[in-house]
């Protein structure tokens, strides 16, 4: 079978921006935050390299569509890369960082090559830093939360394949180059545009079932005043900032201040096993659960996708550990009222500030560290970090 090179840019370009309208809806739809609007970026960036080329084939003068389409390429492949570091919450300046030099440099080496009637200025630039970032994308989606889920294999295998397809495009440029008819048959532009439509369906089912998994985690809508959740959790940013408030004031007068993290690390496993209702049942018992044993002068928010942490004033190491083993007790009871039975792997840590300092960022990360401690502990399911 022949296929006509127009009729499969067309498609792919197809392809790409009606996944995009459906990605970008959606997120503008959920208000989403976080590895979505960094996906999101991708699929814009996508559809921007789709009509920089399409430009391009209009008016083979316009050498700066290449400049523009190769830029735009990198920064969607690259992006996809920071989405899922981002969703292993894992901090981004490095990637981001290193995605935008690709970018540049993928714009500027077309500036700087003398321009090719076929469009393949600055390409082998542009070939390095698609395979790198694809290959990135592939290993990140083996590790920290996406690895507790199965659904991002099928992303980590196509950007593995796209990273050796760009391998075997790098190898084929510079033994062959490309006007040679074994490089234009395995290695030219209809292939790629078929990668480009595989990787662009995967890419879409992958990410929006993963912000699904994570809304479903988190996913109760926000009061449109208030910025907190309907059921009084306060967003990550907002617990943030009160908890660095609570941290200035305690540390002027020398108060202990504590933080309680709740994590549940098989929320994925549950709904895989038990059915989607059952998950959300528990991720709803949780935040009622947790906001409902809390003290009265302690405040609630979310911790990253799979926990919740508390910030309040104690009195004494003991202390702490007598409220958080409070809200331990009554979360177990109302999960298992909720779901029949059903009762996930919770583990519970405590921080203080005698221990972790005054340090808004050092006491969440403490108590994280133990709340896993506890998780995977058989001995203890409430761990105060580093008591004295």
């Known amino acids: 079978m022949t296929l006509d090179l127009t009729s499969v840019v067309v498609m792919s370009t197809l392809v790409v921006i ?14 989403d935050d976080g590895a979505g609007r960094i ?29 523009v389409g190769n ?27 290193v995605v935008a030099v690709g970018a540049v440099g993928a714009a500027v080496s077309v500036l700087l090559s003398p321009h090719d009637p076929k469009g ?25 939360e996406l690895r507790r889920s199965r659904t991002p294999l099928v992303l980590a295998f196509v950007l593995g394949l796209q990273a050796i397809f760009y391998l075997m495009r790098i190898i084929g440029f510079v033994l062959l180059g490309p006007d040679s008819e074994t490089f234009n048959t395995w290695l030219g532009t209809i292939p790629a545009s078929f990668i480009t439509i595989t990787f662009t369906i995967v890419a879409l089912v992958v990410t929006s079932v993963l912000r699904a998994g994570r809304a479903q985690q988190r996913g109760f809508e926000r009061l449109s005043g208030s910025g907190v959740a309907a059921d009084g959790i306060l967003p990550e940013a907002s617990f943030r900032a009160q908890l660095h408030d609570l941290v200035e004031r305690a540390g002027w007068r020398g108060e202990l201040v504590g933080v309680i993290v709740v994590r549940v690390d098989d929320l994925h496993q549950i709904s895989t ?16 659960g947790v906001r409902r044993h809390s003290p009265s002068n302690a405040f609630v928010g979310e911790d990253g996708a799979v926990g919740l942490a508390v910030g309040l004033l104690v009195e004494s190491a003991g ?22 039975g059903v009762i996930p792997v919770v583990g519970v840590g405590v921080a203080l500030s005698d221990t972790a300092g005054y340090d808004p960022d050092g006491l969440l990360r403490t108590a994280r560290e133990a709340a896993h401690r506890a998780a995977t502990s058989v001995e203890a399911s409430v761990i105060v970090a580093d008591a004295r």
């Open 18 to 31: 009606v996944s995009g309208v459906v990605y970008i809806v959606e997120t503008l739809l959920r208000r």
């Open 39 to 67: 996906w999101a970026l991708a699929f814009l960036a996508a559809m921007l390299t789709t009509v920089a080329y399409l430009v391009w084939a209009l008016d083979n003068s316009a050498w700066w569509a290449i400049a």
């Open 71 to 97: 830029a735009a390429f990198v920064t969607g492949t690259g992006c996809m890369w920071v989405g899922c570091w981002g969703f292993n919450e894992r901090p981004l300046t490095i990637p981001s960082s």
């Open 120 to 144: 393949w200025d600055g390409a082998l630039w542009m070939f390095v830093a698609l395979m790198v970032f694809a290959a990135a994308g592939a290993v990140e989606c083996l590790r920290g």
């Open 273 to 288: 096993a038990f059915g989607s209702e059952i998950a959300r049942a528990v991720s709803a018992s949780l935040r009622s």
């Open 319 to 340: 202390d702490a550990r007598r409220r958080a083993a409070l809200v331990y007790r009554g979360l177990f009871e109302g999960i298992g009222t909720a779901t029949g």
